[in-house]
Each structure stands twice: as C-alpha cells, then as structure tokens.
C-alpha cells in the first residue's frame, strides 16, 4: 500500500529528515546576533499591532469577558498563533519540490521526506511561539487548565488537513508555477475571511452563514475557546473541517503519486 512505504521510507530516512530540520533552522540565523529570536519577532510584531489597534475596538465584542484584561489579547494571539502555523505550512510545502529540485532528482530519495521536512520546520517555529503565548498566560493567571490537552487532537487536525492541501497545491506548482503566487494571494484574503481579528458576533448574521463555509473557522474558534474560555472545545463544528481533511489527503496523496515521477522532468 502506498501509505505503508510511505511510512517506511519516512522512518528509514528519519535521520535525514531531522538533521534537515535543524540545518534549516540554524542556518537561518546562523549569521544574526539575535538568532532564533527572529523567528518570533515578526509574529509578536503583528500581535502587538492588532492588539493596541483593535483591542479598544473590539473589547466589547466578547459576551462574558469583560471583566478580563487581556481578554481581546488572548483571542487575538490564540488565532493567530495557530494561522500562523497554516500559513507558514502551506508556503513551505507551495515551494518544496521547487526548492529541492536537486533532491528529486535523485533516483533513490524518497520525495515524501520534503513534506515531512516543510511540516516539522514550521512545527518548530509554532513551537516557539506557543511556549511563549503559554508563558504569558501563566503570567497573566489565565492558565487554561486541562482543556490544554485538546490541543492536542487540533493540532493534529490541523497538520493533516494543512498537509493534504499543501502537498495537492505545491505538485501543482511545479507544473503551473502562478500557483505558488496566487496561494500567496488567497493567504491574504483567507485570513482576513477568519474571525481572528474581529469575532463573529461583530458580524452580521448573513455573513456568519457565509463565514461558515470556511474551513479555518472552526478550527480557530476552537483554539481560541480553548485559551480564552478555558473549556473544552465542541467537537460538532470540527466534523466537517475532519471531512474535509480526509478528502484533501487522498486528493494531494493521489495526485502527488500520479505525478511524481513528472516532477523530475519539470524540474
């Protein structure tokens, strides 16, 4: 079956595979004096700036929070520390077979190892910042208890169905290169189209039903009920995001192995 080689080649060449990780991330700071702190400044930067812009505008906009200081802060950075991993995924996996066309081209590697590199590189990345937006809600008293642990099942959500679309747009890439353009694009307007900066409840109801067929609003919401409510997340919202995921993965996987052996030529 192809998703046991897969699995075997991903574990024959685990070596690989993490030493590529940490090659990339030291090496992308190897020169600064600042070093890994760069990796979270620009999404501190943007948290920063959405907080002291729409913080005082959006404050009244969430129901039974208003008692709590940082309540706008922790919705913000909970949406966008998680769309932050979504985005910095799928950029990297638009261009991993362009930006390892050399490793392609050998006949023997298992081009499955670029997605595993893409995917766990921007999981460092998140990592960072999620230690650090924990460590403030630690300061803050606004732990989120035990409710924490759903993270867990999200994230995992969340990297396959960021997978399944990334592997599906980054083959395409290869074969129409406006694709890693316009993904650029939609990831623009897609996070606009997410209830990160502003709630749902500031919207009008038929825009809430329009908000609805996006597949990153549940998701969000759920990372945001989790850090600002300090409950457990529904998991009624999530079903069809889980779905979609399903379908994302067999289309990227079977489109990715029907054309695998393509790519070198387009390379």
Same mark, same amino acid.
């Given at each position: 079956?192809? *998703?046991?080689?897969?699995?075997?080649?991903?574990? %024959?060449?685990?070596?690989?595979?993490?030493?590529? !990780?940490?090659?990339?991330?030291?090496?992308?700071?190897?020169?600064?004096?600042?070093?890994?702190?760069?990796?979270?400044?620009? @999404?501190?930067?943007?948290?920063?700036?959405?907080? !002291?812009? #729409?913080?005082?505008?959006?404050?009244?906009?969430?129901?039974?929070?208003?008692?709590? @200081?940082?309540?706008?802060?922790?919705?913000?950075? %909970? *949406?966008?520390?998680?769309?932050?991993?979504?985005?910095?995924?799928?950029?990297?996996?638009?261009?991993?077979?362009?930006?390892?066309?050399?490793?392609?081209?050998?006949?023997?590697?298992?081009?499955?190892?670029? @997605?595993?590199?893409?995917? /766990?590189?921007?999981?460092?990345?998140?990592?960072?910042? /999620? *230690?650090?937006? /924990?460590?403030?809600?630690?300061?803050?008293?606004?732990?989120?208890?035990?409710?924490? $642990? %759903?993270?867990?099942?999200? $994230?995992?959500?969340? $990297?396959?169905?960021?997978?399944?679309?990334?592997?599906?747009?980054?083959? =395409?890439? !290869?074969?129409?290169?406006?694709?890693?353009?316009?993904?650029?694009?939609?990831?623009?307007?897609?996070?606009?189209?997410?209830?990160?900066?502003?709630?749902?409840?500031?919207?009008?109801?038929? !825009?809430?039903?329009? =908000?609805?067929?996006?597949?990153?609003?549940?998701?969000?919401?759920?990372?945001?009920?989790?850090?600002?409510?300090?409950?457990?997340?529904?998991? *009624?919202?999530?079903?069809?995001?889980?779905?979609?995921? =399903?379908?994302? $993965?067999?289309?990227?996987?079977?489109? #990715?192995?029907?054309?695998?052996?393509?790519?070198?030529?387009?390379?």
């Amino acid at each position: 079956m192809p *998703g046991v080689s897969m699995i075997r080649a991903l574990w %024959a060449y685990r070596g690989f595979v993490w030493s590529s !990780v940490l090659r990339e991330f030291h090496g992308k700071y190897r020169e600064s004096l600042l070093g890994a702190c760069w990796s979270v400044a620009n @999404p501190l930067t943007l948290i920063v700036i959405y907080t !002291v812009v #729409f913080g005082q505008l959006m404050r009244h906009t969430l129901p039974g929070h208003e008692q709590t @200081p940082f309540a706008f802060s922790i919705y913000l950075c %909970a *949406g966008v520390t998680s769309w932050n991993l979504f985005a910095d995924m799928l950029s990297r996996l638009n261009g991993v077979f362009i930006q390892h066309g050399n490793l392609i081209k050998k006949a023997s590697f298992p081009r499955v190892c670029l @997605p595993a590199i893409a995917t /766990l590189s921007a999981l460092i990345n998140f990592g960072i910042v /999620l *230690g650090l937006f /924990l460590a403030f809600l630690a300061l803050i008293g606004h732990w989120p208890g035990w409710p924490l $642990l %759903a993270v867990l099942p999200l $994230l995992a959500l969340q $990297l396959l169905f960021t997978l399944g679309l990334g592997v599906f747009l980054g083959t =395409l890439n !290869v074969f129409f290169r406006d694709v890693g353009q316009l993904t650029t694009v939609a990831l623009q307007f897609w996070f606009w189209l997410t209830p990160i900066v502003y709630t749902m409840q500031a919207l009008p109801e038929r !825009v809430r039903s329009l =908000l609805a067929f996006n597949p990153m609003q549940p998701l969000v919401s759920a990372y945001q009920q989790i850090f600002l409510d300090q409950s457990w997340p529904a998991v *009624g919202p999530l079903l069809p995001l889980a779905a979609l995921t =399903l379908v994302v $993965l067999v289309l990227g996987g079977s489109f #990715f192995l029907a054309r695998v052996g393509e790519l070198v030529d387009e390379l």
